[in-house]
């Protein structure tokens, strides 16, 4: 497959997951339920029901501690030369300062495709290999940038959570009525999809309107 066929399969994949997302809003806007799927091999919680499984980018914001090494080297010579080395010293060690700061400062990090399993009680996820849990009842705040498929989570407790990809649409719409209940569906973040399927009245298409992704 050429590069042209690999942008124009991704582009339907993203009109496919638009188009489930949309879908997906107007059967809960009209009174509908989520659909539990067949019991799997994942042992869940009592009342815990599967809603989805599928592949999405993942990504957590949080900053950590980085190490570096200072130069200190001795001089020995003209007082010129001495100075100049002394100076090269502390621009390097200056700049490895700079760095290990701007590796260690809050930012999105451990970015991966995941499984990630969507239940009623949480979203679980397969991160090299550690099935990671994260409960709707410690949600205190869904956004979402869907121009760019992505929504965020934050939590009482942890760090926030980003998800992102074809299926991050179908899940903030998800994710958003599990957590909020219908009110959910009218959440600044699913603006976007609530106003695709107002233009469409109802009839939902994998066609992506004008000015959305």
Excluded: K
Aim: a neutral charge; aromatic letters at 10%; glycine letters at 10%.
């Amino acid at each position: 497959m050429n590069r042209r066929d690999s942008a124009a399969a991704f582009e339907a994949v993203l009109r496919d997951g638009w188009s489930s997302a949309c879908q997906l809003y107007g059967h809960l806007a009209r009174g509908g339920q989520l659909v539990a799927l067949p019991p799997s091999g994942l042992r869940l919680g009592a009342d815990e029901a599967i809603f989805s499984d599928t592949a999405l980018g993942y990504a957590r914001f949080y900053g950590t501690t980085v190490q570096y090494r200072e130069s200190s080297h001795f001089w020995f010579g003209p007082t010129g030369f001495v100075l100049a080395g002394m100076v090269g010293d502390a621009i390097g060690n200056a700049s490895a300062r700079s760095r290990a700061q701007a590796m260690a400062a809050a930012q999105w990090r451990d970015h991966a495709q995941v499984r990630m399993i969507l239940t009623n009680q949480r979203l679980l996820g397969d991160y090299q290999g550690n099935l990671l849990s994260f409960w709707h009842n410690g949600v205190v705040e869904l956004t979402a940038d869907l121009t760019q498929w992505s929504f965020i989570l934050r939590y009482e407790e942890g760090n926030p959570l980003m998800l992102h990809g074809p299926a991050a649409p179908w899940y903030a719409v998800a994710v958003a009525w599990l957590i909020f209940g219908p009110q959910g569906l009218q959440l600044p973040a699913l603006a976007p999809i609530s106003a695709a399927v107002a233009q469409r009245s109802g009839a939902i298409t994998g066609e992506i309107v004008t000015g959305q992704p």
